[in-house]
């Protein structure tokens, strides 16, 4: 008899976030919408974003660490003069700057020095933890603590002036674990007074985008290979699934695999049974689906 959480519903949901919903807000409400206690997200969005969040479900919950990694775009607002507590507009105002002699020039140029590999400090409101707990908590108590500059990357930094004096639009690529409030109260800095973010936007997480997004009260499952699509695939003939099943090593050259992987393997009727890595001479599962 099947264990009662590996009955479905099984797949992928991209939901479209409203504001002022937590990404565990949305997870919640989602276990009551699909009847299911086994859902998880690959990321979370900050309450006053909107857009893009990726949920996985039922066996797809054993495959969010394959998208926690995927590169995201996102687009908002960067108003220049104003720094907060939180450097978006949920916080409180900190400082302000006279930055209207700043020229388009300027920002342009400041943005270029912001593009490509960088170091960033993570702000004090983020669900990276220090000694056992989040920055968030610590920030709650009024509590700042020394954080670490970590590397990522910008893949593209686009700006466009608004109508608004001050307030420019940003349409950003970049890596995961990029701190887009962290980007605009960079850039502030580096004009020489300060900035924060509003109204931002998610809009993909790797190949998955608005378009495919649903609400949280009308989802869209996608099939449970949708988690492991950006991933390499091998397709395995009866006899290796049977092996991939029992959670093998195996040789690169019976699973098919080249490259680094790690690899998505799948029947021949196009059912995910497994991802596996390399491991040695060969590869060895990160992750068996339970069939």
């Not at 926690?68 to 302000?96: F, M, P, Q, R, W």
């Not at 799948?266 to 060895?284: Q, S």
Request: hydrophobic letters at 40%; glycine letters at 12%; one cysteine or more.
């Amino acid at each position: 008899m099947a264990k009662k959480s590996d009955q479905g519903p099984h797949g992928v949901v991209i939901i479209d976030k409203p504001a002022e919903w937590t990404s565990h807000d949305v997870v919640a409400k989602s276990r009551g919408v699909l009847g299911t206690r086994k859902i998880g997200h690959s990321g979370t969005l900050d309450p006053d974003a909107t857009g893009v969040l990726v949920l996985g479900v039922g066996k797809a919950t054993r495959l969010l660490r394959f998208l926690t990694e995927l590169g995201k775009s996102y687009v908002g607002e960067i108003v220049l003069g104003v720094e907060t507590t939180t450097l978006d507009a949920a916080g409180e105002v900190t400082a302000t700057y006279d930055m209207s002699g700043v020229t388009e020039e300027q920002v342009r140029a400041a943005v270029v020095d912001l593009t490509g590999p960088i170091m960033q400090i993570p702000p004090m409101v983020s669900a990276i933890k220090v000694d056992g707990k989040r920055l968030h908590e610590l920030a709650r108590e009024g509590i700042e603590v020394e954080r670490r500059p970590r590397p990522v990357t910008v893949h593209r930094f686009d700006i466009e002036p608004t109508d608004e004096p001050g307030v420019w639009r940003a349409d950003i690529d970049c890596s995961s674990g990029t701190y887009i409030r962290t980007l605009a109260a960079d850039l502030g800095t580096a004009l020489g007074g300060g900035a924060h973010l509003r109204r931002l936007r998610r809009t993909a997480v790797g190949g998955f985008g608005l378009d495919q997004a649903g609400t949280i009260e009308e989802p869209t499952l996608l099939p449970v290979t949708a988690a492991v699509s950006h991933l390499p695939q091998c397709v395995v003939d009866d006899e290796v699934a049977v092996l991939v099943g029992h959670g093998r090593v195996l040789p690169l050259a019976t699973l098919g695999a080249e490259g680094n992987g790690p690899w998505s393997v799948l029947t021949e009727g196009g059912v995910l049974l497994a991802v596996y890595e390399l491991h040695r001479d060969g590869a060895k599962p990160s992750v068996v689906i339970p069939q």
